[in-house]
């Protein structure tokens, strides 16, 4: 019978120092700065064992999402002119909104939930998360899941 795979999506706060020098190191890898896993792992400090324990189960979030839909749900305030500001930034990352729906607001606060295809020519998509939870309102951006 075969294991299921769940997955998470963290904030690189919440991910473990070695599983970060692991991202590092193959990237060292992929852009030719270090020819071998040896060379790798020693110039970011950990150890050829580890690199090989993670190697395949971490990668930078932004390197799967060509191709995928992301369903996300963003809580922001009640207030005039910031759904439309978020759009803004979704439309300027050339991502394709497949779903939208904001609550109605409660308490001051609304919820908006979207489905997006990330196409092929969007940009980097946890740019497009860190610029929308840096819009002035915006409480929380959190990914739901990745399809």
Request: net charge negative.
């Amino acid at each position: 019978m075969a294991e299921k795979t769940t997955y998470f999506v963290l904030k690189e706060k919440a991910v473990p120092e070695v599983l970060l020098k692991v991202v590092e190191a193959k990237k060292l890898l992929d852009t030719g700065r270090c020819e071998s896993v040896q060379d790798a792992t020693e110039a970011v400090g950990i150890s050829r064992s580890s690199f090989y324990k993670y190697k395949d189960d971490i990668f930078p979030f932004h390197e799967d999402t060509k191709g995928k839909t992301i369903n996300m749900v963003i809580q922001l305030e009640d207030e005039p002119g910031l759904l439309s500001a978020c759009l803004d930034k979704i439309a300027h990352s050339h991502v394709n909104i497949l779903t939208i729906h904001q609550s109605i607001p409660v308490g001051g606060f609304a919820t908006l939930t979207l489905s997006v295809d990330v196409l092929e020519d969007s940009g980097d998509f946890s740019e497009l998360v860190n610029s929308i939870e840096a819009i002035q309102g915006i409480h929380y951006v959190k990914i739901l899941a990745r399809e």
